[in-house]
């Protein structure tokens, strides 16, 4: 059996066990129940989540330019 991607990243650590006598009813009030705790942290840190997940995305060395084509580039030209 090959292993699971978490969206951690994590590779290794405990195992966490799921009970697989679960009704479908059981299963779906569990995944009803983590999107309502996702959606609760996401509404009290959006900004911080979003400037974590873009610092964990954009590599060092690609950066982000604060102005990729400077005023002084321009021509009064089209470029064609």
Do not use: N
């Amino acid at each position: 059996m090959r292993p699971h991607h978490l969206p951690s990243g994590l590779r290794g650590g405990l195992d966490f066990l799921i009970c697989a006598d679960w009704t479908p009813d059981q299963a779906l009030a569990i995944v009803e129940l983590l999107d309502d705790l996702r959606d609760r942290i996401w509404a009290h840190y959006d900004l911080a989540l979003f400037d974590l997940i873009r610092d964990d995305r954009v590599s060092p060395r690609e950066g982000l330019s604060a102005d990729p084509c400077p005023a002084h580039d321009w021509t009064d030209d089209p470029p064609f």
